[in-house]
């Protein structure tokens, strides 16, 4: 996932409407400093979360970088609402949420508001560049269970336990695995996931 | 019996990023330092002005537990952390990290410590000075986290129970 801060590799964040969300002028401006030497223009600032609720519900968003707003952790809050309340395609919109501190008592909140990556400040250019084209890119699948909507937590792909699948994905991903494991005369081409 | 729905959805970020046009990649990380240099100095007049409230949040404290108290020096510290590194003062961001983690530590336990907390607001204060040398800084640091490091323990099993 590392980039090479000297490649000249391009990428486009130009057309991308990102959504940024931080209560604090300081941490607001950082941010769009960030984003706009990286390319983004068509920024909505939130400072608020009635604003980026506003914006969430009427603009289609392309990424949404929001801080926790540590002690309140507000922040989580607006990602868990956007993830359960927003039409398609913002209830999937690529979320990074970013934290100067995560209390003890927020942890668990962290890691199941639904965001797709959680950044801890002093946030690096080139970790933010990393950490957006990695969300761009990946294909994890949203869950949308009773307690829990996001995109699946389980992104270290390590297998089942014991060998042995539970769910499709499961069966699907070892299917494939078998398969690319097969000589290239006994390969079938991948049946493509729907997107929805 | 709880229902699980897998959805897999295509971000339309991916084919934005993918588009013509756009920036190489070096030339965009050096715009984005360029603007973040460019906000240097308003950075650190913000610093210090979080760092004026902050001490006179910490004077107005006294030895027994405040919870409002305590979560206002948090709210104050957590703002500054990120600042620091856009300062040229990095240390400053591991030094507020260290105060969050020991007011934390002390909401968790329900119990204030007047030194650890000023040593820490000094050295915020200390921090900010342009010309402390480097191992300074970092001797300040190993201070600070051996204070705040006394009472994670204590949290960690205050908060499990």
């Not at chain 1, 962290?110 to 969300?135: Q, S, Y």
């Not at chain 1, 769910?167 to 049946?191: F, G, K, W």
């Amino acid at each position: 996932m590392a980039l090479d801060v000297a490649s000249r590799a391009r990428f486009n964040l130009e057309k991308a409407a990102v959504l940024l969300l931080d209560d604090t002028p300081l941490g607001m401006s950082i941010l769009v400093q960030i984003v706009t030497g990286l390319g983004a223009k068509q920024l909505y600032r939130c400072t608020s979360v009635e604003m980026a609720k506003e914006i969430a519900t009427h603009q289609e968003i392309d990424l949404a970088i929001v801080d926790a707003m540590a002690p309140e952790g507000k922040g989580y809050d607006f990602v868990e609402w956007l993830r359960r309340e927003t039409q398609e395609p913002n209830c999937y919109c690529p979320t990074l949420i970013t934290t100067g501190h995560t209390p003890t008592s927020d942890i668990v909140r962290a890691r199941d508001c639904g965001g797709h990556f959680i950044i801890k400040k002093p946030i690096a250019p080139i970790v933010m560049l990393e950490r957006i084209i990695w969300v761009a890119k990946s294909g994890r699948p949203f869950l949308f269970t009773g307690s829990y909507v996001g995109p699946d937590r389980r992104f270290r792909d390590d297998g089942p336990p014991d060998g042995a699948g539970r769910r499709r994905e499961d069966l699907a991903r070892a299917a494939a695995e078998a398969a690319a494991q097969a000589p290239p005369d006994q390969q079938e081409s991948p049946e493509p996931h729907a997107a929805s | 019996m709880t229902s699980v729905r897998f959805v897999f959805p295509k971000p339309r970020l991916n084919e934005l990023l993918r588009s013509p046009g756009g920036l190489p990649v070096a030339e965009a990380l050096e715009q984005a330092h360029a603007n973040l240099e460019a906000i240097r100095p308003t950075c650190t007049a913000e610093l210090l002005a979080l760092l004026e409230l902050c001490e006179a949040s910490y004077w107005n404290l006294k030895d027994a537990y405040d919870e409002p108290a305590v979560t206002e020096l948090y709210s104050l510290a957590v703002k500054g952390i990120g600042a620091g590194e856009i300062c040229g003062r990095p240390a400053i961001d591991a030094a507020l990290t260290s105060f969050c983690d020991l007011l934390d530590h002390l909401r968790t336990l329900k119990r204030y410590d007047h030194e650890a907390v000023g040593v820490h607001v000094r050295a915020w204060k200390l921090l900010m000075m342009a010309d402390l040398p480097q191992a300074g800084a970092e001797q300040i640091l190993d201070g600070l986290l051996k204070v705040s490091r006394r009472y994670a323990a204590e949290a960690r099993a205050a908060s499990v129970a």
